[in-house]
Nanobody, 123 residues
Framework: QVQLVESGGGLVQAGGSLRLSCAAS????????MGWFRQAPGMERQFVAI????????NYADSVKGRFTISRDNAKNTVYLQMNTLKPEDTAVYYC????????????????WGQGTQVTVSS
């Protein structure tokens, strides 16, 4: 079955950096658009970044533009999220997700989700 496994979360001070990874299995990775989303306590799941199947199209939420970078390595079935200049408001559980047919910011268009990794940014 399809598995998406995130790693790389943790506790970091404001201004610091983290790199999240999401390893995919059970699907033809190169055919899927990949997204990163986040969810803070009491909040709805929020779009963070998306990359299309071949990496040629990328889009970011305004709140992370210029600080976060999404990338993918189709040979390793992995998508990454490099997060720099982290702020306390970036604190959330971060999820990766896979979408077979759409390049979309909407969570409902993603068929497969990881279990999430916690990112906590202290002030």
């Amino acid at each position: 079955q399809v598995q998406l496994v995130e790693s790389g979360g943790g506790l970091v001070q404001a201004g610091g950096s983290l790199r999240l990874s999401c390893a995919a299995s059970g699907l033809t990775f190169g055919l899927y658009g990949m997204g990163w989303f986040r969810q803070a306590p009491g909040m709805e799941r929020q779009f963070v970044a998306i990359i299309n199947s071949n990496g040629g199209m990328i889009n970011y939420a305004d709140s992370v533009k210029g600080r976060f970078t999404i990338s993918r390595d189709n040979a390793k079935n992995t998508v990454y999220l490099q997060m720099n200049t982290l702020k306390p408001e970036d604190t959330a559980v971060y999820y990766c997700a896979a979408s077979r047919n759409l390049y979309s910011r909407a969570p409902q268009n993603y068929q497969h989700w990881g279990q999430g990794t916690q990112v906590t940014v202290s002030s």
